[in-house]
């Protein structure tokens, strides 16, 4: 039994959408702990570096730049800083220096990771960007410059944080899942977006920057070959890991609402499961669907399944009679919040004695009321098999026959009767007769004992069995 209980009022959504979140922590390096006077990576918040020792005792990490540096004595760590192309910050007021490429000495480049604010889902689809600028390299006397570029930038997930230091002419254990594919950057003007799509295996928290080529593998020039040695240094600023999420995993409609959701993403243009290319779709039907987004040469997905939520998804149990030792369960037809009579909060809750039912469903439609009664009795499966049958055609104990009385669901399929030689002389299968005349191949069976079996299945708790029977009868003439 259904009851309806309250009615929710037509209504239109309009605009839903999902934030798009950064999943990196202090993505333009502003947070620290203190003026990195020195150009110290330690002062930086969530980030840390990856080098090789360079001896047994020395390493080099990455640079922090930061424009609130006052000391004269650390202005090569000041931003901007006119020997190094003057750039100014994408963003606010800092970023961080990496050694990409070192011609041939990959013990000299620096790398930088992070924890993600959270673990990337399985089979998602994310957004990757960075922002790289190329610098000249000074010699300390600031008499002249080297002028090398690389295409040697990109950017690995992670299960785990590598290890601060890796030995010496280590090299990294990660080729990029974002790589740079702009060749090589000679832009030191501006700043040059990196950037990439990434389908998550669902274990990946962590992600490392840098010039994860080995250096056999990295293109470059060098603009005076005569100075050396060659290396490529690069600024890194902004960066970012969204989750392509515009859309719920399952949404819950009511008859006659429409939802309408925005799929705007970034500067990405778009493409709806119905062939619509507008950021805002419109929804009021069930089914299944999908927003395609397409930036930087690379295509995101996300996908959703609407349900009505004042549509059953299937039958409710009606009254009925169970066996005490076989309960059944009691599913609740509509999808929302559950409130049984029983006190369960479940979808569905297991039976076996008998009583009146009820569940309360609430979801955004309204509040719904089913309930059902249970009986609860001992079940059998009885037969009787007469001992003694006479054949006259007197109409009265003329065949031999099996009796059967099931509380459940039972077939006989097998039905044989032994002369007390052992030979076969009446045998029924499936749908076959299962009442013995009497007569062995035509002919009157003599008086006498005979030998019986009955085979049967039955269905419990789910599953089929198999007995067997087996006694005498006695054939009178």
Not at 175 to 199: F, K, R, S
Request: charged share 20%; net charge negative; hydrophobic share 35%.
């Amino acid at each position: 039994m259904r009851f309806i209980l309250a009615i929710i009022i037509v209504f239109i959504l309009i605009g839903f959408g999902y934030a798009q979140i950064n999943l990196v922590p202090n993505p333009d390096f502003e947070a620290m702990s203190d003026c990195p006077n020195e150009g110290s990576f330690n002062n930086i918040e969530s980030w840390s570096f990856v080098g090789n020792l360079t001896t047994p005792t020395s390493y080099v990490h990455p640079v922090y730049y930061h424009s609130c540096i006052t000391n004269p004595q650390f202005t090569p760590h000041l931003v901007p800083f006119p020997q190094r192309d003057f750039q100014l910050p994408r963003s606010g007021e800092a970023y961080i220096g990496l050694l990409v490429y070192g011609d041939g000495r990959n013990w000299a480049k620096r790398y930088l990771q992070v924890e993600l604010n959270k673990k990337l889902e399985k089979d998602k689809s994310y957004y990757v960007q960075f922002f790289v600028s190329p610098v000249t390299l000074y010699f300390n006397d600031g008499s002249h410059s080297e002028y090398n570029f690389s295409d040697n930038i990109g950017l690995a997930f992670m299960e785990k944080a590598l290890d601060t230091l890796l030995p010496i002419a280590s090299p990294i254990p990660f080729l990029p899942d974002i790589d740079n594919p702009l060749g090589i950057i000679t832009d030191t003007m501006n700043w040059v977006e990196i950037a990439g799509c990434y389908q998550a295996n669902g274990n990946e928290k962590h992600i490392v920057i840098g010039g994860l080529r080995p250096d056999n593998q990295v293109n470059w020039i060098d603009e005076i070959p005569t100075l050396g040695p060659n290396s490529n240094w690069l600024l890194i600023e902004d960066v970012s890991v969204i989750e392509f999420n515009t859309l719920p995993d399952t949404l819950e409609l009511c008859q006659g609402d429409k939802e309408s959701f925005n799929g705007a993403f970034l500067e990405a243009t778009h493409r709806w499961s119905d062939g619509s290319q507008d950021s805002v779709i419109t929804i009021s039907e069930p089914g299944n669907y999908f927003v395609e987004a397409f930036i930087d040469g690379c295509t995101l997905r996300d996908e959703m399944v609407v349900i009505m939520a004042d549509e059953e998804t299937g039958e409710w149990q009606q009254d009925t009679t169970i066996c005490n030792d076989e309960p059944i369960e009691l599913l609740a037809p509509l999808l929302g919040k559950y409130l049984w009579s029983t006190g369960a909060v479940t979808p569905s809750i297991i039976v076996s004695e008998s009583g009146d039912y009820v569940v309360d469903v609430l979801n955004e439609c309204g509040e719904y009321q089913y309930s059902t009664k249970v009986e609860s009795e001992i079940c059998a499966c009885d037969f009787y098999i007469p001992s003694a049958f006479s054949p006259n055609n007197d109409g009265i104990n003329d065949e031999f026959e099996v009796f059967s009385s099931c509380d459940y669901d039972f077939e006989i399929i097998g039905f044989k009767v032994f002369d007390r030689w052992g030979q076969l002389t009446f045998a029924a299968t499936g749908d076959q007769s299962m009442q013995w005349d009497g007569t062995f191949r035509g002919k009157e069976s003599p008086q006498g004992i005979y030998g019986w079996f009955v085979e049967y299945e039955y269905f419990r708790k789910g599953e089929k069995k198999k007995e067997v029977l087996q006694g005498d009868v006695t054939l009178l003439r």
